[in-house]
């Protein structure tokens, strides 16, 4: 017997036609089989559950009342996409959704037509849409482009800069602004919907740009006063002022889950033939599944779950997580160093900044889904002599380059980079993937760059970085858990620019930046079965590099590998730099840097990334018998 639920109307759904040949009346049906049925794919696979669960209905009401996918639909992130990729022809294999070679947590132009723009950061959509209502516009087409954004995102400086620019070009574009957190301004019942559906209706519209012309003959001051009469009396009845101010017609704010007012209001707009409209949707996360409106936070991303019961799968931790020993050591710095501030950029729970919060509420900061704010607002907390901590992802930290680059390296202000995820981050994919920041940070003058090796390292580079003023450092650290070293009670000040050899050998020198240095281990003992002794090292830091170390490597071995878990460009790139400035390849040293695939690598386990990306032990075994030579292992072998 199947434990499918039972959904005799999604069904018939194949692709958004099938439910476009349904009745309005039906929507309700499909929108609460679609919920139970996204409940149930999640459960099994784990995922992006709470945002998809509260725009059920708007999915439902934009896919019958648009011609998708000729119609364009841009999903802000795509953590809410999950009931898109359901009625899109992807139902079954969403039991596959961030599996090895299944479908992306994300949208993804690849995956589907539907998908038409693929994001894994936020506060995108309107760019993208207002590009293609542009494009559309050159090619003289009709095609109606919706960009679906969330307050969260709205937060980001990116989506004004595109408002701004929608609003002066007068483009043919609708934004759904998904009010699901700040509640900006929250529905007040059937007025409401009456009045989103009368100024987003033919005869509103008619009479308001009638007004408009006539104003045109109008002497100048009597005109801009006819404007903003209109405006603010609008403004007045609905809470659009701000958005009005930004050129956008603003219609709402309606209930994100009344299939009644969706589609009148959606048909409207659809309809509309001239400038930039902004539809205010509040929903609720997590709707419709008790345990997710109840705790939005920890049913926003899940692992495997009981439908029944909402309890979550949890793996067994045999060592604590890299972000919570960086958590817990700012938290004992903190404690003896009252200039130590914490940032994060809408990420509390994912950096451990939210236990920070709990100890100093009113030395820690969430700026929102903005990492330039958060780069230069710590640049200017360094510039007054407190010790800021900015912890961001490093797929996040990339939105920041300049900032970094001018606010905060050209001034040599001490601002404290902590990059969590660093390295492949498994069911995320390519969008999260920390793959670039060494690479980006170690051409700055002045910045320190460091990777922990292990969780005890992370604890000491912590105390580093409170100790280091002289200017920007960085200390990057992966996703999970650590490797089970034991910890130090306290973490030590690390002398920047020192490595540490692990290891001593003859033959082979083995050199890790980061967490690669347990699989370095591991291969130097199968190294050593045959007969090749080898050195292992940790860099600590890929600037400033420890050169003393690098030489004397170079010069008393016969073949030097460097691991990173990042992009080329980085550490493996800066060894290499100074061997050749300095002659060390001259007498004939074999060097071979190993370093994740110049490509955007798909999800997948992250143990696997790692292993396709010849980055663990046999990887590292591989690339020294390369070295010597691709007969010499059979020989020993032999």
Not at 252 to 278: C, E, Y
Not at 285 to 299: F, T
Not at 455 to 465: D, F, S, W
Request: charge should be negative.
């Amino acid at each position: 017997m199947s434990n499918k639920p039972d959904t005799p109307l999604l069904d018939t759904i194949a692709t958004p036609e099938d439910l476009r040949r349904l009745s309005a009346a039906q929507m309700r049906q499909v929108a609460d089989e679609l919920r139970i049925d996204l409940v149930d794919a999640v459960s099994k696979t784990g995922g992006h559950l709470g945002a998809g669960l509260g725009v059920v209905e708007l999915t439902v009401a934009l896919h019958y009342v648009f011609d998708t996918p000729n119609d364009r639909i841009i999903w802000d992130v795509g953590h809410q996409a999950y009931p898109h990729k359901i009625l899109t022809g992807r139902r079954e294999a969403m039991r596959t959704v961030r599996q090895e070679n299944g479908l992306s947590g994300f949208a993804k132009r690849s995956e589907s037509a539907y998908d038409a723009f693929g994001a894994g950061h936020s506060s995108t959509s309107i760019s993208a849409g207002l590009g293609m209502a542009v494009a559309r516009d050159l090619d003289g087409g009709t095609r109606n482009v919706v960009a679906v954004i969330g307050d969260g995102a709205m937060s980001a400086g990116m989506a004004y800069e595109a408002m701004n620019n929608a609003g002066a070009l007068d483009a043919r574009l609708i934004v759904i602004l998904n009010d699901n957190d700040m509640s900006i301004a929250p529905p007040t019942g059937a007025m409401s919907a009456y009045l989103a559906r009368l100024v987003s209706g033919r005869t509103y519209r008619g009479l308001r740009d009638r007004a408009k012309n006539f104003s045109r003959h109008l002497p100048d001051f009597m005109r801009e006063g006819a404007r903003r009469t209109e405006e603010y009396t609008r403004g007045f009845l609905t809470g659009g002022t701000m958005f009005e101010e930004l050129g956008f017609f603003y219609v709402g704010p309606i209930d994100g889950h009344d299939l009644d007012h969706l589609l009148p209001v959606l048909k409207n707009v659809r309809d509309a033939r001239n400038g930039p409209i902004l539809v205010h949707v509040v929903t609720k996360k997590g709707k419709g599944y008790g345990p997710a409106e109840n705790s939005a936070d920890k049913y926003h991303g899940v692992s495997k779950f009981d439908v029944i019961t909402g309890t979550q799968a949890k793996a067994k931790a045999n060592a604590p997580s890299y972000t919570s020993v960086f958590a817990e050591a700012l938290i004992q710095e903190a404690r003896e160093d009252e200039k130590i501030v914490a940032v994060n950029a809408a990420m509390p729970n994912g950096t451990g900044l939210d236990l920070f919060g709990e100890a100093f509420p009113t030395r820690s900061f969430d700026v929102g889904i903005a990492e330039q704010h958060a780069v230069t607002f710590c640049a200017g907390l360094a510039a007054e002599g407190y010790k800021p901590f900015c912890a961001i992802y490093s797929t996040f930290l990339q939105r920041a380059y300049d900032q970094i680059v001018h606010d905060v390296a050209i001034q040599h202000l001490p601002v404290r980079f902590a990059i969590d995820r660093a390295g492949f981050v498994g069911a995320d994919g390519p969008t999260h993937a920390g793959s670039f920041d060494t690479g980006f940070l170690v051409p700055l003058p002045g910045m320190v760059v460091m990777a922990a090796a292990d969780e005890a390292e992370l604890k000491h580079m912590v105390r580093t970085a409170v100790a280091y003023d002289e200017g920007p450092i960085s200390f990057r650290y992966p996703r999970g858990n650590g490797v089970g070293v034991e910890m130090p009670e306290r973490g030590e000040v690390l002398a920047i620019g020192k490595g540490r050899v692990v290891k001593e050998g003859a033959k082979v020198a083995i050199l890790s930046f980061g967490t690669r240095l347990a699989d370095a281990l591991a291969a130097a003992e199968e190294l050593e079965t045959f007969g090749l002794s080898t050195t292992v090292a940790d860099a600590r830091f890929a600037k400033p590099l420890d050169t003393e170390l690098v030489t004397r490597l170079a010069r008393h071995h016969e073949v030097l590998v460097t691991v990173e878990e990042g992009a080329v460009g980085g550490f493996g790139s800066q060894v290499l730099q100074f061997l050749a400035i300095n002659g060390l390849m001259d007498e004939g040293l074999k060097v071979r840097p190993l370093v994740m695939p110049d490509a955007f690598v798909d999800h997948a386990a992250p143990e696997v990334m790692i292993r396709r990306a010849s980055l663990d032990r046999a990887g590292i075994v591989d690339a020294v018998f390369k070295a010597i030579g691709t007969g010499v292992k059979r020989v020993m072998q032999a």
